[in-house]
């Protein structure tokens, strides 16, 4: 089974209005990263959250990790038109040297 | 940097062909990765290489898929014979850490059709 799940799996909303997107896990795990991948493209990496980090910022970008509730969410602030794209967690598991990808969220920002 | 290339960008064959796959990984990376990317699957690691030797290869779903990477700049995925259920976006990404789980740079994919 997928060890990373996002949620929604779609999200539509309004240029300037906040985005957040939920990635839930299943196991113990090293880091949590997340990417974007444009239409036709490659993913692109965003950010990387190890374990014992709660919160990270980057830019526009804020990403919690609760390793508690084995979930994390990425929060993007002031969505711009460049912001539509698909958004997918990663996580690892502990021991492991590989990656596994949720299904993503399909973000659509509406002008 | 140029990034991760891959070639082709499009490939579309006939069932029964056979299809080759490159990737040239970013200068220095020590790691690479194949993924295949579907609607129905999500994207789903096929096999990746640690300074050039395959570690897992239990993504790969049949013994049609192999991948090879003969030195640290070339990485190549062939499928033989090709089905109408290979049709995928196929990328190829790189990391620069082979010891943990570290940032990967993916390529543009290999967008794969066939008849």
């Known amino acids: 089974s997928q060890q990373g799940e996002e949620d929604p799996q779609a999200l539509s909303i309004q240029e300037g209005e906040n985005a957040t997107m939920n990635c839930s896990y299943k196991?113990?795990?090293?880091?949590l990263q997340w990417y974007r991948q444009n239409s036709g493209r490659g993913l692109v990496h965003l950010i990387l959250i190890r374990s014992n980090e709660r919160e990270k910022h980057s830019g526009r970008l804020r990403v919690t990790l609760d390793t508690s509730k084995k979930s994390s969410s990425l929060l993007i602030t002031a969505s711009r038109a460049a912001d539509t794209a698909s958004y997918f967690c990663a996580t690892d598991k502990t021991g492991a040297q590989k990656l596994v990808f949720g299904q993503g969220t399909r973000l659509t920002i509406n002008p | 940097d140029a990034g991760v290339i891959q070639s082709p960008r499009h490939e579309v064959t006939e069932m029964g062909q056979e299809v080759t796959l490159r990737c040239k990984p970013i200068s220095g990376h020590n790691s690479l990765f194949w993924y295949r990317q579907t609607m129905m699957r999500g994207l789903e690691l096929l096999i990746y290489?640690?300074?050039?030797?395959?570690?897992?290869d239990s993504g790969m779903p049949e013994d049609r898929f192999s991948a090879k990477m003969p030195n640290a700049s070339f990485s190549t995925l062939k499928i033989q014979p090709s089905e109408p259920r290979d049709s995928a976006v196929y990328f190829c990404a790189s990391s620069l850490n082979p010891l943990s789980t570290d940032t990967q740079y993916f390529g543009p994919g290999t967008r794969l059709t066939v008849l």
């Open positions: 196991t113990s795990i090293n880091n």
């Open positions: 290489f640690n300074n050039n030797v395959p570690i897992d």
